[in-house]
């Protein structure tokens, strides 16, 4: 995205928020969401737009886990790693994920298709063990179903 | 209205979801409609049934048959012989197997039970406020606004002997009036609906099954204490829930239940509803406020408590999803019906999250005061392969660790803290003798450290170290001080740290090395894991 661009998407985002300081966590949702991620150049605007320091702005993009600074990949796999997935076999996915993709947990592939992260509980530890793709939640797996569901984003 | 001889009832709660339900239920439209019964036979897609590890379920009334796993290929067999001839298909509904629950109603699996918070979960078509509204719905909020004083709503929710059924325990009744004594412009009601303790989803089902009952009891809420706003805090992982609470205020604002000038009242009041962005520790009241304004979702320090300086330094009322859907029934039943249920010092029922080594995973209600044992073994179904019970860890990953002597102790907010654990938010983990000890707690403490938010030292520095102590002892590295030093630093956590994340990130450890002390001691002493499984 060219920096025009990305100035006019981030004006468009703060305006449709009110231009209000209180709905910055919402305005940084909004802008991963055209972004992919959250560029310093992003930050930047989101501040100005607010009037409010850029660290602020900085602070509450590395706060929350569903937000990132760095660059994520295509699709990015949240891996639930709590008690009762852990109980029923969670770590056991995280080793053929970390196989199948080549990298370790945090870390995203060369080609930038998948970025693999832990996860807090992802509350459906009904059918734990469960990974999240994107929004599309996956439970009651096996290592197995693995390769299944990663073919479907290859 | 018309008339259905039949109703199958679908599943749609994120664990079915997940296991296909959707499929399911649109060939069951197919298929009715193509053998010409879908004028007789009604598909309904409800909230969640409860058995979430049984997926996709279907319930078929009036003969209340359950039909568990369903895949697409069954349905056709189950429309031919049981809806177009009448007859069960037997080997479809998991005779004998688990439960052994041919009709949803039956045996140990609702009889146990006692509805007052699921109500219309897994009954009602969540996305239709006419079906909620012809089960009572929006009566309680009629009652208040027509006849009943805000002072004298409080004066019921009091007498109930509510208590906040996040985790705090805080009767309901009392966090209103002083709400409702605060002298200010503008007031809130916030539904918290952050629901982030590993282990549990039962604020994500009752928001997905029975949007309205939250809706109505927030206007409650709000009419009680003088407010007219009201936000619902949800987690962003939780867009289902997200959709249906949507859906449910648009509707209500359609009808005029929600807007301007409630059913010609005077009263107004709206709901809107803001998404976190992935934090656990926005459970907690006032982080949860912070993260509201646009700030890290770091918790201030108490007092001034949110009921008097909340949302914008206002007077604002934060009740958990759970705690909200017990509104409308005591509303319109009364307090006293309300005592009726569970025990003296702690009426009313609690919703459990039943995971890990358990037969029937999922979301059940049951009076307060019902024994562990019960639980595991009547509704839950025991414990899978014949294997031993071990231990069960109750009010999430924040909770304590009971041994097989507690199986009888009674489930409240009030007994288990005396016993060193927590009722908490309802999860229940049931763990078998496989497990061992050690390894769990690796996994506890992972998860503190990196939830931690980091705003005081006890919880930041606390959690972190207890993880490493942890770790060193799971790898066979851990010597006896080790053991003194993670009893020491959960005592100063407990009584330092600034908000209920430190204060309670210690307590499974503390009930661990109570009740397991002797497996910790041989992954140190004798560099020996007494079940073999963990990576010692």
Redesign the interface.
């Known amino acids: 995205m060219s920096l025009d661009s990305l100035e006019s998407a981030v004006k468009e985002i703060v305006q449709r928020h009110g231009g209000?300081?209180?709905?910055?966590?919402?305005i940084?949702?909004d802008v991963q969401k055209v972004c992919g991620y959250l560029p310093e150049s992003a930050l930047i605007q989101v501040a100005k737009g607010l009037d409010v320091p850029l660290s602020?702005v900085y602070?509450?993009a590395t706060?929350?886990?569903?937000?990132s600074v760095e660059p994520l990949g295509e699709h990015v796999i949240r891996v639930c790693?709590?008690?009762?997935c852990?109980?029923?076999g969670a770590e056991s996915l995280v080793d053929v994920l970390q196989k199948e993709l080549g990298i370790p947990m945090g870390g995203t592939t060369s080609c930038g298709k998948f970025s693999l992260k832990?996860?807090?509980?992802?509350?459906?530890?009904?059918?734990?063990p469960?990974i999240?793709i994107d929004?599309e939640?996956?439970?009651?797996l096996t290592p197995d179903d693995i390769p299944v569901i990663l073919d479907k984003y290859r | 209205m018309r008339f259905y001889r039949s109703h199958v009832l679908v599943c749609g709660g994120?664990?079915c979801v997940?296991?296909g339900c959707t499929a399911v239920r649109d060939a069951l439209i197919g298929e009715l409609k193509r053998l010409g019964l879908d004028e007789e036979v009604r598909v309904v897609e409800t909230g969640c049934l409860g058995p979430?590890?049984l997926?996709p379920v279907i319930v078929v009334y009036p003969e209340g048959t359950l039909y568990e796993k369903v895949k697409v290929s069954d349905v056709p067999r189950i429309v031919e012989e049981h809806l177009l001839k009448g007859r069960i298909v037997r080997s479809l509904t998991g005779e004998g197997r688990v439960l052994g629950i041919a009709r949803y109603e039956e045996p140990q699996y609702l009889e146990v039970q006692e509805r007052i918070v699921l109500r219309n979960c897994g009954i009602i078509d969540p996305s239709s406020i006419e079906e909620y509204i012809a089960a009572d719905g929006y009566r309680a909020l009629a009652k208040c606004l027509t006849e009943m004083e805000p002072s004298d709503v409080i004066e019921v929710v009091k007498e109930s002997g509510l208590v906040g059924r996040g985790g705090a325990a805080f009767p309901t009744g009392l966090k209103w009036n002083f709400t409702a004594k605060a002298d200010a412009d503008e007031k809130f009601i916030i539904c918290n609906a952050d629901?982030?303790?590993?282990?549990?989803?039962k604020d994500?089902l009752i928001l997905e099954g029975d949007p309205h009952s939250i809706i109505e009891a927030m206007a409650i809420a709000g009419y009680a204490v003088g407010a007219n706003r009201g936000f619902v805090y949800i987690?962003?992982?939780?867009?289902l829930s997200i959709d249906r609470i949507n859906e449910g205020i648009k509707q209500a604002k359609a009808m005029g239940l929600l807007g301007e000038d409630i059913l010609g009242s005077g009263f107004s009041f709206d709901i809107e509803i803001?998404?976190?962005?992935?934090?656990?520790v926005c459970g907690e009241e006032t982080a949860l406020i912070e993260?509201?304004?646009?700030?890290?979702?770091e918790p201030r320090v108490k007092p001034p408590y949110p009921s008097t300086h909340g949302f914008?330094g206002k007077p604002t009322v934060v009740n958990n999803v759970e705690t909200l859907a017990n509104i409308p029934p005591i509303i319109l039943d009364g307090s006293d019906w309300f005592r009726g249920f569970g025990t003296s010092r702690c009426p009313g029922t609690k919703v459990f999250?039943?995971?890990?080594?358990i037969n029937c995973?999922?979301?059940i209600e049951v009076p307060m005061g019902i024994t562990l044992r019960k639980i595991i073994y009547e509704i839950g179904g025991g414990i899978p392969g014949g294997r031993k019970f071990k231990m069960a860890?109750t009010g999430g990953?924040s909770g304590g660790c009971l041994p097989a002597e507690m199986l009888d102790v009674p489930m409240d907010y009030f007994t288990l803290p005396e016993m060193g654990s927590a009722l908490g938010s309802g999860?229940l983990?049931i763990?078998d003798d496989s497990?061992c000890i050690v390894d769990?707690a690796e996994?506890?403490m992972?998860?503190f450290a990196?939830?931690s938010?980091g705003k005081c030292v006890p919880c930041r520095e606390g959690t972190a170290r207890l993880h490493d102590i942890v770790k060193k002892l799971a790898e066979g590295n851990g010597t006896g001080e080790d053991i003194r030093l993670l009893e020491d630093l959960s005592h100063t956590m407990q009584r330092t740290a600034l908000c209920g994340l430190g204060q309670s990130a210690p307590v499974p450890i503390m009930t661990m090395l109570k009740y397991f002390r002797d497996e910790f001691e041989s992954h140190i002493k004798d560099r020996l894991c007494p079940t073999g499984t963990c990576r010692l």
Request: include cysteine; charge should be negative; glycine fraction near 16%.
């Open positions: 209000s300081e209180y709905e910055l966590v919402a940084l949702n602020k602070g509450v706060f929350y886990s569903l937000l790693e709590n008690a009762p852990h109980l029923l832990y996860t807090s509980c992802l509350g459906v530890c009904g059918v734990a469960a999240m929004d939640v996956y439970g009651n | 994120t664990p997940l296991e979430c590890d997926g629901e982030g303790e590993p282990g549990t989803f994500r987690r962003g992982e939780y867009g803001r998404r976190g962005a992935g934090a656990y993260s509201m304004e646009g700030g890290r979702g914008l999250t039943m995971t890990g080594d995973k999922g979301l860890q990953t999860a983990l763990m497990h769990i996994s506890f992972r998860f990196s939830e938010c």
